[in-house]
């Protein structure tokens, strides 16, 4: 085998070696850094040691309804987006961390600090955060992986109790109220995991497995592409690869299985997808789909309505009105990707969530009858009292169709 000339190797490896290490401290850092709107120490819920062999947290019981914790990302112009999101997901049961990366400008990230502390709902019922220290985010580097992590690790130290994680872009917006949702998901097993994946990773092996990207998100200030190492690496043979959407529910003990460190797979595979092309499509289905303790909780879907090219394109079409009727059919509780046309996100407000104006979504935890005045009474009357219309049909649907399929208990991370 010819050797690698000194000076090329020098080109790429202090690179490769300073990406890995600063992903590794990226994440560290995710577990133990305090949301800076709490500054209240927690203390800490495991072993100090991993020879005491910590296990998976019991999920919470199937009685009581269930908690979302929503993670709702943007970058620079995405501001308005994000809080039109942000209301229409709101509910007081439900946990929130909202974040706008180093590419907004200062003033749109004040702008929805802001937001957040002059929303007097949102100050009462103290479930919605922002991450002030903002991260940057390449979608198709590991950094959206990273801060993903990071936003896990702040509800799972400072949000209380939850059941499942959602990511969310400020592209995203919802399909079905929350009472809607938290009504079908109380009558489901709450260690389900909803992603969508698969180990036929075809082309995406010579095109994303094998080539080492660096990205500079991981050292830089400022958001440029990902950039590539001229050599190619062997697939992993310690475990396999699995790929998919990048959007999912996830399970709380699965997240603290991520996060909490008692086995080295989570670890382990995120080294790997440090380096890897569009990784927020692979890490955690190769984590879930690697672990004995999870690999037979998936349910092969994204709970999108997503309008893909054929074949698809690194992103999918800005959905529109003439896509409304797709998207009631398919029975997915969200859909994207939306831009900035408003004309379909009135629509949806209108005649799913029955949303008017800049008000919350009605539901039995306040009086619909005045959804745009934000009165603080919202954060204590009845929030337990869910109020499910049609949306709850609808994504009953989906989910009794996913959990019913005749091969459902032999498709999981195929």
Known sequence: MESIKPSKKKKWFLPLVFSLLVSSFLIIFSVFSSNPFHQTPVKPQ????????LHVAPTLPSSR???????????????????????????????????????ASAEERLDLVNFVKNENL??????????????LVTYRGPTMVSNTLHAAAILLKEGGEWDWFINLSASDYPLVTQDDMLHTL?????????IEHTSDIGWKEFQRAKPVIIDPGLYSLRKSDVFWVSEKRSLPTAYKLFTGSAWMMLSRPFME???????????????????????????????????????NTTVNHDLHFISWDNPPKQHPHFLTVDDYQKMVDSNAPFARKFGRDKSVLD???????????????????????????????????NITELRPGPGAERFKSLITGLLSENDFHVKHCI
């Open 65 to 103: 309804i269930p908690r979302l914790a929503y993670l709702i990302s943007g970058s620079r112009g995405d501001g308005d987006s994000l809080k039109r999101t942000l209301k229409a997901l709101y509910h007081p049961l439900n946990h929130y961390v909202v974040h706008l990366d180093l590419e």
């Open 122 to 135: 949102f100050v009462k019922a103290a479930n919605v955060r922002v991450v002030v220290r903002s991260n």
């Open 186 to 194: 109380s009558s489901i097993p709450r260690e389900l995991n909803f």
């Open 46 to 53: 495991v072993p100090l040691f991993v020879e005491s062999k």
């Open 347 to 381: 629509k949806i407000d209108s005649e799913l969530l029955g949303r008017k104006g800049d008000g919350f979504v009605p539901g039995g935890w306040f009086d619909e009858g005045d959804t745009n005045t934000t009165i603080p009474r919202y954060a204590v009357a």
């Open 257 to 295: 299985f991520c996060l909490w460190g008692w086995d080295n797979l989570p670890r382990i595979v995120l080294m790997y997808y440090a380096n890897f092309l569009s990784s927020p499509e692979g890490y955690f289905h190769t984590v879930i789909c690697n672990a004995e303790e999870f690999q």
